[in-house]
């Protein structure tokens, strides 16, 4: 198993997300503490951590249209 940025870098990865990459569908990190709130709060702490500023996304719509793999 490998660390919480790991996990979470390759889950995206699985859907052609880049974290901090610079297509326009790719997932920016604001807060490093990001990786082990997706891990603890799925998808309810993934939207909460946006709210809160920690990620950020040029096109939202184009990054939740991304078949993304748990794992």
């Given at each position: 198993?490998?660390?919480?940025?790991?996990i979470v870098t390759n889950m995206f990865a699985s859907g052609?997300?880049?974290v901090n990459g610079n297509n326009p569908w790719d997932l920016q990190v604001r807060n490093p503490k990001?990786?082990?709130r997706v891990l603890a709060g799925g998808?309810?702490?993934f939207g909460e951590a946006y709210m809160?500023?920690?990620w950020d996304c040029e096109?939202?719509?184009e990054f939740f249209s991304?078949?993304?793999?748990?794992?």
């Amino acid at each position: 198993m490998g660390s919480s940025k790991e996990i979470v870098t390759n889950m995206f990865a699985s859907g052609g997300i880049t974290v901090n990459g610079n297509n326009p569908w790719d997932l920016q990190v604001r807060n490093p503490k990001l990786y082990d709130r997706v891990l603890a709060g799925g998808s309810l702490g993934f939207g909460e951590a946006y709210m809160e500023g920690w990620w950020d996304c040029e096109a939202l719509d184009e990054f939740f249209s991304r078949p993304v793999s748990p794992g």
